[in-house]
């Protein structure tokens, strides 16, 4: 990436910082929150996911926001990238500079510096590690450190209110979740959104929440902000009805 990456630490609700706030207000008036499944998904669903998720945001003008680490599998005696929506921000960054990608990061369960970069979690079953993703614009730790654990929907909370924020002082400025898979706490994401009024786009066939909501028709009946996409065209033509920019 050509711009410095920065890490903030905060707590979880705590406002924006100034200088996180002067970044943002440097791009595009438009916000996407990407959300949905990782940790439930095997390797072929993650290639599918960030396909589908990559085509649909590429050339996207404004900012990213989304969970801000990457998920390394054991192989051998090595690691490898493990396939989730968490590699789409970097990797459509690298292809536009119109775009900054803004990684919100709930909670480290450890932290401890390697060459693999900075590990903030280790699952003892799988050996599955979590790294703060290397390549990202602006980094958001919502933990005041290692010995005050945070909690998994601190994340969907500090995203929702950044976005508010941003809607209360900024003319013009619009944003909308995109969910694709996930649990419980991508479930509870969606539905403050929903009742917020706020755009939502549910990428039907992605399975798990996100499937349920899909086809929840007394739901979606309810809350109209939100848009059932089928395919990769109809989700890049509601962002473009939204506001949203392509390059």
């Given amino acids: ?16 910082s100034s200088k996180i706030a002067m970044k943002l207000s440097n791009t595009e ?12 998904m095997d390797p072929e ?10 085509k649909a945001l590429s050339g996207l003008n404004g900012a990213l926001l989304y969970g801000g680490t990457r998920v390394l599998a054991p192989s051998g005696d090595r690691y490898r990238i493990f396939p989730t929506i968490l590699e789409v921000p970097p990797r459509l960054r690298k292809a536009n500079p119109g775009l900054m990608t803004f990684g919100i990061i709930p909670r480290m369960i450890n932290c401890e510096y390697t060459k693999l970069g900075l590990i903030i979690g280790r699952d003892p079953k799988s050996g ?21 654990i945070s909690f998994w929907d601190a994340e969907r909370i500090a995203c929702l209110q950044i976005v508010r924020d941003f ?15 996930g649990g419980e706490v991508t479930g509870r994401e969606i539905e403050d959104w929903a009742e917020a009024n706020l755009p939502v786009i549910l990428f039907a066939g992605s399975g798990r929440k996100t499937d349920e909501f899909c086809q929840n028709h007394d739901w979606l009946s309810k809350h109209p902000s939100v848009i059932v ?17 392509f390059s």
């Fill in 1 to 16: 990436m050509d711009r410095q990456s920065f890490l903030f630490w905060m707590d979880q609700d705590a406002q924006p």
């Fill in 29 to 40: 008036p438009f916000f996407v929150r990407l959300t949905g499944g990782c940790g439930f």
């Fill in 45 to 54: 669903d993650g290639k599918k996911a960030i396909n589908a998720l990559t």
């Fill in 128 to 148: 599955f590690l979590t790294v703060i993703h290397p390549n990202q614009d602006v980094c958001l730790v919502l933990q005041k450190n290692v010995d005050q």
């Fill in 167 to 181: 809607l209360e002082n900024r003319n013009g400025f619009t944003a909308v979740l995109v969910s694709y898979n």
């Fill in 229 to 245: 996409c089928h395919t990769v065209k109809q989700a890049r033509n509601t962002i473009q009805s939204l506001g949203g920019t």
